[in-house]
């Protein structure tokens, strides 16, 4: 079995030095989520306060506040920092 781990390990090793997977943005996230759920703009009022807010979002015109990543976060079952761009790296 040791080498069963030792292999584990130096897999896990090179995935980290050689393959970052960037995390994607906010707005890809959101939009795919709108796509694969079958949804429109309005479907997401809730989240946002407006449709004018969610277009304004999709656009790149408008940041998530703190309140629309929590209400993304539970509406969609997802962890919040899917919604909060930032970048990471396998295995971190």
Do not use: C, N
Request: aromatic residues 6%.
């Amino acid at each position: 079995m040791e080498a069963i781990e030792l292999l584990t390990l130096l897999v896990e090793r090179y995935e980290q030095e050689h393959s970052a997977i960037p995390m994607a943005d906010p707005i890809s996230i959101v939009r795919l989520l709108i796509e694969q759920q079958g949804l429109t703009q309005r479907d997401l009022i809730p989240q946002f306060g407006s449709e004018s807010a969610v277009s304004m979002f999709l656009g790149g015109q408008r940041k998530l506040t703190v309140e629309q990543v929590r209400r993304l976060s539970a509406r969609f079952k997802l962890p919040a920092d899917v919604f909060i761009r930032k970048s990471r790296v396998a295995g971190a």
